[in-house]
């Protein structure tokens, strides 16, 4: 079946853009110029010639051996700015305050980006020994429990081109920089449905996360609690694990209704 681009090839240029942009977002690979023609029924110049105003835009930007387009940097930062403050923002803030207040640790909403896990949102704990990280903040894919959760969803050659354009750099002794043993979390990860960053990015930090649960069996939202690892161990953060849960499905109830029969973050 055609994409909704062949439909409204009589509509307006900035329109036919928009919908061009719906289908890209839609992908977890790079794409070619050959593959949207026969995805969209559209003609081969036209698509040429609306690929080439995204990627003069910054929304696409071309990979390899420049036959290959994916998401540009332009566009994935539109992306982060509607995912840290969409009308859902509040609710989500919410549920995440909420279980802050029932666990009292810190707890983050994470959303993949690129080859990084960016902070949506963010509750700190009234306890008085806690670490700093702010909505904004970035944390490298390997060594973050929610980041780990992600890579599982990959299939293994998505995470074989994610992590060739990234260095697997040391953080502390516990950075995971062998791929055969990150594999082997990963493969953990993906049978548990939780991941653990066991002081991986920074010192005494420890952190669980779970995935949000997406209406099409993928997510990119993710929710995590972390202390310091004076205040808790591996074995207490398990304990947390259904309340961590509760929450992941209400945040998941809140995206389902804003966006009725499409989760924008499956």
Do not use: W
């Amino acid at each position: 079946m055609k994409s909704e681009v062949a439909k409204i090839d009589g509509d307006t240029p900035t329109m036919r853009l928009l919908a061009l942009l719906e289908v890209i977002a839609e992908k977890d690979q790079f794409f070619t110029l050959q593959g949207l023609v026969e995805e969209t029924g559209l003609p081969k110049p036209t698509l040429h010639r609306m690929l080439q105003q995204l990627e003069a835009a910054g929304m696409l930007q071309r990979d390899g051996d420049n036959r290959q387009y994916g998401t540009g940097v332009r566009l994935r930062r539109l992306a982060e700015t509607l995912l840290m403050n969409n009308t859902v923002h509040g609710a989500r803030h919410s549920v995440l305050s909420q279980l802050v207040g029932e666990i009292d640790e810190s707890c983050n909403i994470t959303a993949l980006s690129g080859n990084e896990v960016l902070y949506l949102d963010r509750v700190e704990t009234t306890a008085p020994l806690r670490f700093y990280l702010h909505p904004g903040s970035r944390v490298p894919v390997h060594a973050s429990a929610s980041g780990k959760l992600f890579l599982a969803q990959m299939s293994p050659a998505q995470r074989k081109r994610l992590l060739a354009h990234v260095p697997l750099e040391r953080f502390t002794p516990n950075t995971l920089i062998d791929l055969d043993a990150l594999e082997s979390e990963i493969e953990r990860v993906r049978r548990d449905g939780y991941a653990f960053d066991d002081e991986e990015f920074l010192p005494g930090l420890i952190c669980i996360a779970v995935l949000v649960p997406g209406a099409k069996g993928r997510s990119n939202l993710g929710i995590a609690i972390q202390a310091p690892t004076m205040r808790l161990t591996s074995d207490q953060a398990l304990q947390f694990l259904p309340a961590l849960q509760r929450a992941a499905k209400a945040i998941a109830a809140i995206d389902a209704e804003a966006t009725p029969g499409n989760s924008a973050f499956a």
